[in-house]
């Protein structure tokens, strides 16, 4: 099992985010959450991440209970076996496209330049490796960070909204570049979208809502 998540509530303060959320992701299966703004969605993905704290429940990928690790052990957990795609991108404006891909691999010490090339293949942007951030489209900002996210060969991919930002032509190659890879590399995906063509291609879509977690 890639993740699993039991009996998760979150609050701030008096107010709840989510209670009672439980969820099986099995190796290579593309989850879709949906539910209105303010839900949670972004939250529950931060959770799932170990990035943010939750008050009650459990979350483990690959076995390890990421609720008892401190925060050096998750970011080592993160950094070996979970990819993160943003809705904003974030990818470094003094890195060009090459070296922003690449960083997940010096991060572990494990430099890899023809893999490198190959996740920008993938995704279409082969030959852009030399291009500063700034001298590319949305579309093409995008990709670089799935391409970012995958490079290391996660196990777990979580997406939050990554074609939020996108016209839909573009946002159907982005969606599609993300699920190709992930199938390829059998990477469980995580998705929170309002996006109807993600949720399309989903194996799952689940709805979020105060009460957890349901079918759609």
Request: proline share 4%; aromatic share 4%; hydrophobic share 45%.
């Amino acid at each position: 099992m890639t993740l699993r998540i039991r009996d998760l509530n979150k609050h701030y303060g008096e107010t709840p985010v989510f209670a009672n959320v439980t969820l099986d992701v099995a190796p290579g299966e593309f989850v879709a959450i949906v539910g209105e703004s303010g839900v949670g969605k972004s939250t529950l993905l931060n959770c799932m991440a170990g990035l943010d704290h939750w008050d009650n429940g459990t979350v483990q990928i690959e076995g390890v209970d990421i609720g008892v690790l401190n925060e050096d052990a998750r970011a080592l957990l993160r950094r070996e076996k979970v990819g993160f795609v943003f809705q904003a991108f974030h990818v470094l404006p003094h890195l060009d496209v090459f070296q922003n891909v690449a960083l997940p691999l010096l991060l572990l010490g494990q430099p890899d330049d023809a893999r490198v090339q190959a996740m920008l293949e993938a995704v279409g942007l082969g030959s852009l490796g030399h291009r500063l951030p700034q001298q590319l489209s949305g579309g093409q900002l995008q990709r670089v960070a799935i391409a970012r996210a995958l490079v290391h060969k996660p196990r777990l991919l979580l997406a939050d909204e990554p074609t939020g930002n996108l016209d839909p032509t573009t946002a159907a190659l982005v969606m599609n570049a993300l699920v190709q890879q992930c199938r390829a590399q059998h990477a469980s995906l995580v998705l929170v979208t309002h996006s109807v063509l993600a949720t399309e291609l989903a194996d799952r879509v689940l709805h979020l809502s105060a009460n957890g977690l349901g079918l759609l």
